[in-house]
């Protein structure tokens, strides 16, 4: 099947909120061809521009004209396999970045900037306006406006909280040599050379124990006091169930964050 389009060319000459169709695609294309990372450019109310589209192995289809398009298909002899249906194509239907390798390019929507040396398993995902800077592994959640440092690793069923989640405005964010534990979570960002143990999940509001070197209880605040800083290893107390934040055994400034409560 063959088939002929008038090209549309699309200029932004400012970086205003995506107001129609061809400016929105133009955006999450910048983001998927390393042009853009994210949060460089501004997404605001793109939901509101973009509608529900069925994307099939015969290109995108107005939702109105897919049972046609079936059985005009069928008529033919072939099979239309639609492969979603959102505002959102998978990303490799159209871009695919050098260097990376995606077990299951579904999970992988199109504005999502991957970068060169990340492995995204099978179960991992990446959203919009999210990604990674380098060489990470990726086998968890990379939610909306969540953007993962070089050297981390994200581990199978983990998640993190979108930019926006509950309402707040944090960006969410993962440093460079990162482990997020498999099954765990954060809703703060974590500065370098963070570890949050598999099954726990931080959120802004959880109550965190701090600990010095030596094991000995420091303060208990909560673990949005802790957003952004380095070097943090994330646990929780399997005797008495509490959570523990003290020094990561490869990072050399969290002491002095820890003291700094004293």
Request: glycine share 12%.
């Amino acid at each position: 099947m063959s088939s002929k389009r008038d090209a549309v060319l699309t200029l932004l000459t400012t970086d205003d909120k995506p107001t129609t169709v061809p400016e929105a695609y133009l955006k999450l294309h910048l983001l998927s061809h390393r042009l853009v990372k994210p949060h460089e450019i501004n997404l605001e109310g793109i939901f509101a521009s973009l509608p529900n589209i069925a994307w099939t192995s015969d290109g995108p289809i107005d939702l109105d004209e897919l049972s046609e398009k079936q059985l005009e298909a069928r008529r033919e002899g072939r099979w239309l396999n639609v492969k979603c249906i959102d505002k959102f194509p998978v990303m490799t239907d159209y871009v695919v970045p050098s260097g990376v390798r995606i077990a299951h390019t579904a999970r992988v929507r199109l504005g999502a900037y991957v970068g060169e040396g990340t492995t995204i398993m099978h179960e991992g995902f990446i959203n919009f306006n999210a990604g990674t800077a380098g060489t990470s592994m990726i086998e968890g959640r990379v939610s909306a406006g969540v953007f993962v440092g070089e050297g981390s690793d994200l581990g199978g069923g983990c998640s993190t909280m979108g930019t926006l989640s509950g309402g707040g405005n944090v960006v969410i964010s993962v440093g460079k040599q990162c482990l997020i534990g498999a099954n765990a979570g954060i809703g703060i960002a974590l500065g370098d050379n963070c570890t949050v143990e598999a099954g726990l999940y931080i959120t802004a509001g959880t109550k965190v124990t701090l600990l010095d070197e030596n094991n000995n209880t420091v303060k208990l605040i909560k673990a949005r006091e802790l957003n952004g800083q380095t070097g943090l290893l994330f646990r929780r107390n399997s005797t008495n169930g509490t959570v523990e934040c003290k020094s990561n055994r490869s990072a050399i400034e969290l002491n002095e964050a820890l003291h700094s409560h004293n």
